[in-house]
């Protein structure tokens, strides 16, 4: 099945050097799926500076539905990037699975 998802980051995040962060947070969200994915990603940056992450990957042998993987994939992110803001915890904009 291919799944569409939307990382962004939280309100009030301003890193010196966004690069960095980028790599380093989506290394360490990517790590938690504890299997390689495998598709291609985007990154654009909304009108406040701060970038989003656009993943369209390809997950095999996955039995669960689209709430349980969004709820996940939202819980993960949140700790990787350790905002502490449950604002950011619902904001993950976009987790979808297609056939």
Not at 19 to 41: C, E, I, N, T, Y
Not at 63 to 68: E, H, L, M, R
Not at 76 to 93: F, N, P, T
Request: glycine share 8%.
């Amino acid at each position: 099945m291919t799944v569409l998802i939307t990382l962004t980051w939280p309100s009030g995040f301003e890193p010196s050097d966004i690069d960095a962060q980028v790599g380093k947070f989506a290394g360490r969200w990517l790590m938690a799926f504890r299997s390689p994915l495998v598709g291609s990603w985007r990154q654009e940056f909304h009108r406040r500076g701060v970038p989003a992450l656009h993943l369209v990957t390809e997950i095999s042998g996955l039995d669960v539905d689209v709430v349980s993987l969004r709820f996940w994939v939202a819980r993960a992110w949140y700790e990787v990037v350790g905002s502490g803001d449950l604002r950011h915890l619902r904001a993950i904009s976009r987790c979808e699975m297609t056939p």
